[in-house]
């Protein structure tokens, strides 16, 4: 059972006007803000975590190093640093890098509508990922992914393809 975790709505300024339980956000297709997190090696390249089976939308799917929602009582820094540390075992210093919003509806009825704040970073290591947040990782060169993504597109998150169809020359540019 999903924990009853308040998430921040925004206005359409993406400014957060109220706090409300996830499930409902998702439920009711409110604006809300999250982030997605892209961590770089030294090689270039980018660490990608397969959500687990037991996620409760999109699950078992490819995505970016971590995702999440700005939790109540936290600043977006705060909430970044700590999800990532929660999903994928390490933290490492990111850079802001976008905005932007979008709108989708999942087969099980849920919607997410978001304002995601892109943030990238660069980590070397191995990953000590939570097994219930992410049944894989893998890291992958950046044309390698652009092409999976456009061979195998029902294999990533929405948000991500979102990302690599829109922000490609951010994601080969980024040092």
Sequence with gaps: ????????LVD???NVTEYA???????KGLLHRAFSIIIF??????LLHQRS???????????????????HGMTMD???HSRL???MG???KMEFQLSFTYQTKFGNGLIEHETDHLYFGQWEGIPNPNIDEVMGYKWIKPKQLFEDVSMNPNSYTYWFKHIVENYADRILNYK
Excluded: R
């Design 12 to 14: 359409k300024n993406d």
């Design 90 to 92: 390490f933290d490492t």
């Design 41 to 46: 090696n030294s090689k270039g390249e980018i």
């Design 53 to 71: 089976h037991a996620k409760y939308h999109t699950p078992s799917l490819w995505t970016n190093t971590c995702c999440s929602h700005l939790l």
């Design 1 to 8: 059972m999903q924990n009853k975790q308040l998430i921040a």
């Design 21 to 27: 339980e996830k499930q409902y956000v998702h439920e």
């Design 78 to 80: 705060e909430c970044a």
């Design 85 to 87: 540390d929660f999903e």
